[in-house]
């Protein structure tokens, strides 16, 4: 599901919950569903499957993430695997809004093939007893120079309900991350362009770009547009704040139907470990907490 990632229609909020709201009732909460599809289902041909949440990192920063010049926060854009880093695990999970019985959990691995060129995968899970979304990604980073990095990613999408079975779809994206000054990083994905469908619905197709300027070490301050062709553009913001090498303090916003601010820490352990947590506050559904375990190597 989405929004922790992060941009999150007013119908799907609805929709999840009604599943939620009658996880014991499964007849009642079914019917409810299928008079909602039969209301909203215009407005959710390219909603179908939302974007998995933020890992901790990301959710903290506003989702701001698209730009950041670096691994510490996860792959964030396709073109990260060939950024610096030879091998690192990000595992992550979010509880939505405060709701237990909404599982999400979200894996992410790269590794670098030469000096050039790496890969990375990501799989996220996100869902409720009735209603559950995965996503497998595969994706491949070039350095095309010093200050310029290009990445593309191929995906299976898989949505189940319980009772009415399950479909599949695949998609593609593209990412690219550049260095347009010497603490200025511009970064762009692109995902789903042509708007692929699962089953009979069609997914949705967004494109995000932003900008990090990094002033030091200490402070990176990043800002991002997202828009999905269907609804209005969203607006990002984050600052990173590091005082020492092992500890990260990290705050963003954004803006789309509500605004919602964002908060979060994170420590770095020995061996290549860290520790990152985060939350994000919703003006009518509340905080969503996240926390994500790294490793990486050098």
Known sequence: MSEGCSYFSHENQIFMHLVYFFPRSRGVGILLCLVFFHLFIPKLRAQVFMRPFDNAAALSLGGASVAYPGLSNGLNNEALPAFGEKLGVFLSSAMPYGIGEWQTAHFQGFSRLGENDGVGLDIVHSGVEVYQEQQFRLMYGRRLGERFCLGGSAALMRVSAQEYGSANGVTFGLGVLAQALPKLWLGARLQ????????????????????????????????????????????????????????????????????????????????????????????????????????QRQ
Not at 214 to 237: C, G, P, W
Not at 255 to 272: C, D, Q
């Open 192 to 295: 789903n362009p042509f708007q692929q469908k699962i089953g009979d619905y069609e997914t949705a197709s967004w494109m995000r770009i932003g900008a990090a300027w990094q002033s030091s070490n200490l402070f990176t301050l990043l800002a991002e547009v997202e828009k999905t062709l269907e609804r209005t553009a969203q607006i990002k913001a984050g600052l990173e704040y590091r005082p020492v090498e092992a500890l990260v303090f990290r705050a963003g916003t954004r803006t789309g139907g509500a605004a919602r601010v964002s908060f979060g820490a994170g420590v770095r352990l020995k061996n290549g470990l860290a520790l990152d947590v985060g939350s994000e506050w919703h003006p009518s559904l509340g905080i969503t907490p996240a926390a994500m375990v790294v490793w």
